[in-house]
Structure formats: C-alpha cells, structure tokens
C-alpha cells in the first residue's frame, strides 16, 4: 500500500493547483482520506479530509472556501483542488489515509496510517 502526491509547483497569489493522490493497492475505498501540510519548523497541521462514504468534507478554518477535496473510489483516491492560494499556504503537502476501516476522519495526523512522500506548493506574492 502506497500513497503518492503529486501536483504541486510554484504559483503567484490567487492562483490554483490541483492535488492528486495516487495510491497503490486496493485497500482505500472504505477509509476517509485527507491532507495535511507542513512547513519547516512547524508541525504537520490538517488541511482537509473525505469520509469514506464520500458524504463529508472536512476542512481547516485557514482554507475554507478556498480548498475543496473529493475522490473518486474507483480511480485517484483524494484530489485537492486549491483555488485562491496565498502565500501563507506555502508548504509540503501530503496525502494520507485514516487508519480506521469504516470511521470518519481525525483532524490530526494522529490516526493517519499511511502518507505519501509530500508534494511542494510554493506561492509567492
């Protein structure tokens, strides 16, 4: 089982990136999804997240209305599209899988068992 991010690059302020997070293996479709972001320093801090029933989304206060996650079970498990970026969302972002089979996702990396290598996003001003 394998995540992996892509998407990512450089961008001025107020543009968009699409995320994608591909995964290998099967044993995605009945977990929640989501997506943290980290910069150096700091702690990984959650970006946003999917239930497995695809019916919620969850996502922080610094991104709302600006962020929007979905997947599709069938093909790429979670994409981030991000529009209206700013330079404070700078930072490596990374996919991951809630470790629970069944259950709605944590808003901490605690729980989370399985991460992608992190794509960068830059923004510049």
């Known amino acids: 089982v394998q995540l992996q991010a892509s998407g990512g690059g450089s961008v001025q302020t107020g543009r968009s990136l699409r995320l994608s997070c591909a995964a290998s293996?099967?044993?995605?479709?009945?977990?929640?999804m989501g997506w943290f972001r980290q910069v150096p320093g700091k702690e990984r801090e959650f970006v946003a997240a999917?239930?497995?029933?695809?019916?919620?989304?969850y996502y922080a206060d610094s991104v709302k209305g600006r962020f929007t996650i979905s997947r599709d079970k069938l093909k790429t498990p979670v994409t981030l599209q991000m529009n209206s970026l700013r330079p404070e969302d700078t930072a490596v972002y990374y996919c991951?899988?809630?470790?629970?089979?069944?259950?709605?996702?944590?808003?901490?990396?605690?729980?989370?068992?399985?991460w992608g290598q992190g794509t960068l996003v830059t923004v510049s001003s």
């Open positions: 293996g099967r044993a995605f479709s009945n977990y929640s």
């Open positions: 991951a899988r809630y470790g629970s089979i069944y259950r709605d996702p944590g808003t901490t990396p605690l729980g989370y068992d399985y």
């Open positions: 999917i239930t497995w029933r695809l019916r919620s989304t």
